[in-house]
């Protein structure tokens, strides 16, 4: 089965930075574009980032751009974010996705993501 599991989220200043991984399995990882997408309390789920198969092309959300950087190893088939500059507004759970289920909205294996909280 398809397994993604996402980790390294904390609790972190403004301006602080943290590096979130997501471990994949049951699937072919390099033949895969991922995403990160997070979701705030009472938000809707937003779109933070892509990045293609083997890792040439990345593509970000305005309001992260500049700031957090998508990367992947395909050889330890793990997805990474890093996360730099934090805003409060950047406070949410962040899950990674296969970019194709992103698109259908298909959730069943995204897991239970890893929470980034940004407070002073």
């Known amino acids: 089965?398809?397994?993604?599991?996402?980790?390294?989220?904390?609790?972190?200043?403004?301006g602080g930075s943290l590096r979130l991984s997501c471990a994949a399995s049951g699937f072919t990882f390099r033949s895969y574009a991922?995403?990160?997408?997070?979701?705030?309390p009472g938000k809707r789920i937003e779109w933070?980032?892509?990045?293609?198969?083997?890792?040439?092309?990345?593509?970000?959300?305005?309001?992260?751009?500049?700031?957090?950087?998508?990367s992947r190893d395909n050889a330890k088939n793990t997805l990474y974010l890093q996360v730099n500059s934090l805003k409060p507004e950047d406070t949410a759970v962040y899950y990674c996705a296969r970019t194709s289920d992103y698109y259908t909205n298909y959730r069943n294996n995204w897991g239970q993501g890893t929470q980034v909280t940004v407070s002073s």
């Open 34 to 40: 991922m995403s990160w997408v997070r979701q705030a």
């Open 1 to 14: 089965e398809v397994q993604l599991q996402a980790s390294g989220g904390g609790l972190v200043q403004p």
């Open 48 to 70: 933070v980032s892509t990045i293609n198969g083997d890792g040439g092309s990345t593509r970000y959300a305005d309001s992260v751009k500049g700031r957090f950087t998508i």
